[in-house]
């Protein structure tokens, strides 16, 4: 069953009645959870603390595996692929966003840009240009060579959404990527993500506690007693 | 893209990293398998160069013969000779006087000696014949001599020098007639022919050995089986090729001791780069789980992390190779293949490089390396990224680990492996239950940390409490730290109490034996020097001596398998021989009607197999003679075994009133230095008499025996450094992992000197852990080395003994290096500014 708002039609993800526990005992944190998010769709879930937004993230990124349920991504049941296959899915066609930047330390900007270029692959020749493009775009070009030390945490961000898009996946997870940044930072960097997940019409979710940052979702999505539920945009 | 792309990716993203941000660490790693690389090649290179040079010489010596027929050094009649010449079966048979004759030189050994004849030995000994030259009877000159290039170059000597030694108690001058060219052959040896060597060495009509080769149509150990039966007491019909082997069998269990030292050495190596991988796994694991979101697979990890240990191996492992034949050739010069232990009696064993042993050096020290890395590995592949992106999941894993059952199981293995006897005359199952008993003591390392920290109560004091409860929230790192350090400190504790223990047990052994003032022979191990009854009589008549006592020693031969055994006839009384001799254990009975009484060293009732009381045929004088097992004394100076009968009895049944050795007590207020002057002017043979003090003796024996455990001092510092290698590894692993941690301290108002010292509480408190941990295990461990090894591998006991104050420093010196090195670690971790260190993701 679609979640509210949704059609099935060009989906890149459809999440069909998940459910996950984690004690026997304990309340289902996503309990028949269903959604379906569009190509080029931007969507914001939100949720009270413990509600289960990280580990639904992790299920759609397939890091998680649900008690049961699907996962659809581009058409594939993730549930139906083993561990290797799901990383393979997950580093072509998925990007991500942390909170915590994870930024690696210990490469340069620009390394750490090309890093899932280079996990699939592309030729350097190829990989460098791209990335620099992509930190271009992301207006941190002259950092390329900078050490991640260095820069503040807008900065950081900006190099995660960079990493995030520079293999042009259809989808993009945000776990509150401004959970660590002041309003104003947290409103460039969502700024910059609207505007490259438009460029690539790359579909993204966003998870987040801050209204303000929800609003720069397409739409907004609440979880709430293991089910997403519309919320007022 | 294909799986290693992405495993070559991650490893360069996880290592270079690493190399960046902690070379010193990974430095300190690569040290730990090179060292214990180090050891394990030298051994090997010292041994191989000792056992192939030993080989060598004896198939020099013994050509082509198919069998050996050996007496004792005083020889046989040469008519069996004659028989053994007419038997069907032999196509040759060549006589040879085999011989350890004295030099009348002072600190000079014997010089062994072959008298053959030299047409018959041509057959045999080709190569050493054939080197003689062309003209071979300029040698029949009695008082000719041809020395090996390696005698001629010890001795200074040359062509047509004069060598002067000793025969009974006489001195007699030899002449140099040639030297061997130098790849004829490669050890100290003199030729002569075979009749003059009887003649001038007092041997006429005695042979001590003869070689035959046999026609082809007969099996050669059937023939060996039938001579043997035709031959006299104490002279025995051997294969040619355990007459080859026997030198490398006699020293075996010293090699293979050796070997096993080195190979825990390397596993000590091993378990450190365990420790250092798990810890460093644990703070790079969101790293990990970063590479594992963006696509790296499960396998591609696990090959990244265990590449990662194989380039340390690679690394480690060539070090240790280069450092190792360093090592081997600086010991080959300056203390010899035997390292000064008497195991190997030669000189010269040559340094050589074995290319495909060091190449597979490099691969056993590669492969536990990788060893040590496979488990942090496949833990790291399977940890669920998700987790470790939010934190908080860094000790879930050793909590989940089933050690404590493994650990007891495998302790009470080692337990129940270390009363089975040996294996080949190896102590087998004594290694296996020390390899046992140490990985199932780190095993229960878990548990009993923590019981023993669960234990410690709160003080009240911030800083001793923070420190505390870090240890117990953070227990699988703590864990994996101790390890390290109680297998390292474990290790040198045993061994520590080991040879502490042997060198008690041997000073003690020595006083037993070295009773009187000066200690008195004509050239050490030879054959021909004697002391006759009026040498020995001026020696007791001489101003100053109060008395002195008269030993007659020669090796006899009870079984063609095993090297001969040392007879020593002495005076002793059959009454109270614990007063002469460290005597162990005592027959009931003083005497048996019909036998003399025979003491017996460990040795000889291991290796044979007597008991107290039983009556044993000894071969003596060419005849077979009754003697029952008095008792069983201790002895660390034959390695094969020693036998003790009473003078009298030797001299009643052989005629021989001979002596090799003698005791002198000194009047009092005498001084040594006169007395042995004295001696030396009242004695023929002067310069062949070696002279010594008791206390000097002792003292040169000590430093010998020190020289001999050369290597196990090695390996205890070995271990000592793989040890504080260890305690530095995990202590900048863990301060570098805390760095936000010692931020947020700092903001909330802690000083700067209360989080160093709560660091060094942390590092003192592992520490004392360990090192108590370490002394109760390397104590049970001591007591296999002590009571197993030691007895199973050399067939003599010793007492225990614990060096107390040595392991009190020991210690104490581990748990000053971990405070230092947590104070060091924490300085630089905390060199940034506290608001810096808040910030950082990693």
């Not at chain 1, 620099?132 to 260095?150: K, N, S, T, V």
């Not at chain 2, 090959?303 to 060539?318: H, I, K, Q, R």
């Not at chain 2, 003083?590 to 025979?598: D, Q």
């Not at chain 2, 000894?618 to 097992?629: M, Q, V, Y």
Request: hydrophobic share 50%; with cysteine.
């Amino acid at each position: 069953m679609a979640a509210p708002g949704t059609s099935a039609t060009n989906s890149v993800l459809t999440l069909d009645a998940l459910r996950k526990r984690y004690r026997p005992e304990g309340a289902a944190l996503l309990d028949g959870l269903n959604l379906v998010l569009r190509q080029g769709e931007f969507i914001a879930i939100m949720g009270e603390s413990g509600a289960g937004k990280s580990t639904l993230l992790n299920i759609i990124a397939g890091l998680d595996r649900p008690d049961s349920g699907r996962v659809l991504l581009e058409g594939t049941d993730l549930c139906s692929l083993d561990d290797d296959a799901i990383t393979r899915l997950r580093r072509a066609r998925i990007g991500f966003v942390f909170q915590a930047f994870h930024i690696l330390p210990y490469l340069t900007v620009l390394q750490n840009v090309m890093l899932p270029l280079d996990l699939l692959g592309v030729p350097r020749s190829q990989r460098e240009p791209r990335a620099l493009q992509w930190l271009e775009r992301c207006a941190i070009g002259a950092l390329a060579q900078a050490y991640p030390r260095e820069l503040s945490g807008g900065e950081l961000q900006r190099i995660a959404v960079a990493r995030a898009l520079v293999h042009e996946p259809a989808l993009v997870l945000a776990d509150e990527p401004t959970g660590n940044l002041d309003a104003g930072t947290a409103g460039q960097i969502l700024r910059l993500l609207r505007e490259q997940l438009q460029a690539t019409a790359a579909s993204a979710i966003l998870i987040t506690h801050s209204p303000a940052a929800a609003q720069s979702a397409d739409r907004i999505v609440r979880l709430q007693a293991g089910r997403l539920e519309a919320a007022a945009a | 893209m294909n799986a290693g792309h992405g495993a070559w990716v991650a490893w360069r993203v996880l290592s270079l990293a690493q190399l960046r941000e902690q070379p010193l660490r990974v430095c300190s790693t690569i040290l730990a398998i090179g060292l214990g690389v180090a050891l394990g090649a030298a051994v090997y290179l010292i041994n191989t160069a000792a056992v192939t040079q030993f080989d060598q010489a004896t198939r020099r010596l013994l050509g082509n013969a198919d069998v050996v027929v050996r007496g004792p050094a005083a020889g046989f009649d040469e008519a069996i000779f004659a028989t053994l010449a007419a038997d069907a079966a032999v196509s040759v048979a060549s006589p040879v006087l085999e011989l350890d004759l004295a030099l009348s030189r002072a600190h000079t050994p014997a010089l062994k000696i072959l008298g053959l004849d030299p047409f018959r030995a041509a057959a045999l000994q080709p190569e050493l014949i054939g080197a003689l030259g062309e003209d071979t009877t300029a040698l029949f000159a009695h008082d000719a001599i041809v020395l090996s290039r390696p005698a001629a170059d010890a001795l200074g000597l040359h062509r047509q020098d004069a060598l002067p030694v000793v025969v009974g108690g006489a001195v007699k001058t030899l002449r140099v007639i040639d030297i061997l060219p130098a790849d004829a052959y490669q050890d100290p040896i003199g030729i002569m022919d075979i009749a003059a060597a009887q003649w001038t060495l007092e041997r006429l009509g005695r042979l001590n050995r003869v070689d035959l080769r046999l026609r082809p149509a007969f099996e050669p150990e059937s023939v060996r089986v039938r001579l043997g039966g035709t031959l006299p007491a104490g002279v025995f019909a051997l294969s040619a090729q355990i007459e080859r082997g026997r030198g490398a069998t006699v020293t075996r269990a010293y090699r293979v001791n050796l070997d096993m030292l080195a190979l825990v050495a390397l596993l000590t190596g091993a378990f450190l780069v365990f420790s250092t991988q798990w810890l460093s796994v644990l703070r790079r694991r969101v790293a990990l789980a970063l590479l594992r979101a963006l696509g790296v697979t499960r396998a591609q990890l696990r090959l990244a992390l265990l590449a990662e240990t194989a380039v340390t191996g690679v690394l480690g492992s060539t070090l240790g190779v280069v450092l190792g034949a360093l090592a081997a050739a600086l010991t080959l010069h300056y203390l010899g293949a035997d390292l000064g232990s008497r195991q190997f009696a030669m000189l010269g064993a040559a340094f050589r490089i074995h290319v495909a042993a060091l190449l597979g050096f490099v691969l056993i020290g590669t492969a536990a390396a990788c060893a040590g890395g496979v488990l942090p590995a496949i833990q790291a592949a399977r940890r669920p990224p998700a987790l470790a992106l939010k934190a908080g999941d860094a000790e879930q894993d050793l909590s989940r680990l089933p050690s404590t059952a493994a650990g007891l199981v495998l302790g009470a293995a080692g337990a129940l492996l270390a009363w089975l006897p040996p294996i080949g005359g190896l102590p087998v199952a004594g290694y296996v239950s020390i390899a046992a008993l140490l990985f199932g003591s780190v095993l229960l390392v878990p548990a009993a940390t923590r019981r023993c920290l669960s234990a410690v109560p709160a003080t009240g004091r911030l800083v001793l409490d923070t420190a505390f409860a870090q240890l117990r929230g953070s227990l699988g790192s703590t864990t994996v730290s101790l390890s390290s350090i109680i297998v390292s400190f474990s290790l040198m504790v045993a061994m520590a109490i080991m040879v502490h223990s042997f060198r008690d047990s041997f000073e003690l052994w020595l006083g037993k034996l070295l009773p009187a003032d000066l200690q008195l022979r004509l050239s050490s191990g030879s054959d021909t020097a004697t002391l006759s009854v009026p040498m020995q009589n001026r020696i007791a008549a001489l101003p100053g001596v109060a008395r002195a006592q008269f030993r007659r020693t020669q090796p006899i031969l009870l079984n063609a398998e095993r090297a001969a055994v040392m007879l020593i006839a002495r005076d002793l009384s059959s009454e109270h021989p614990a007063d002469t001799l460290p005597l162990l254990r005592e027959a009931p009975q003083a005497t048996v009607a019909g036998a003399a009484p025979a003491w017996i060293s460990e040795s000889v009732q291991d290796l044979y197999g007597y008991e107290l009381g039983q009556i044993v045929n000894l071969p003596l004088g060419g005849r077979t003679e009754r003697f029952f097992i008095a008792g069983v004394w201790r002895d660390y100076s034959h390695p094969a075994g020693a036998i003790v009968i009473r003078r009298e009895d030797y001299t009643r049944l052989t005629g021989d009133t001979t002596a090799t050795e003698a005791s002198v007590w000194q009047q009092p207020h005498e001084r040594a230095t006169a007395i042995e002057a004295r001696i030396r002017a009242a004695l023929a043979p002067a310069a062949a008499l070696e002279v010594i003090s008791s206390p000097d003796l002792r003292e040169r024996s000590l430093q010998a025996f020190d020289r001999a455990f050369a290597i196990t001092y090695a390996l205890e510092a070995v271990a000592v450094l793989i040890g504080l290698i260890g305690v530095s590894v995990a202590a900048s692993s863990t301060a570098l992992a805390r760095r936000a941690q010692f931020g947020m301290l700092r903001h909330i108002g802690m000083l700067r000197r209360q989080v160093l010292w709560m660091l060094a509480s942390e590092g003192m408190a592992l520490s004392t852990l360990a090192v108590l941990y370490g002394l109760l295990l390397g104590g049970a461990l001591s007591l296999i080395l002590v009571y197993v090894i030691n007895r199973q591998s050399f067939n003599w006991s010793i007492d225990l003994s614990v060096p107390w104050l040595q392991l009190a420093l020991l210690g104490g010196a581990l748990i000053g290096a971990s405070a230092l090195t947590a104070l060091w670690s924490g300085r630089a971790a905390m060199s940034q500014d506290p608001i810096r260190a808040v910030r950082e993701d990693w």
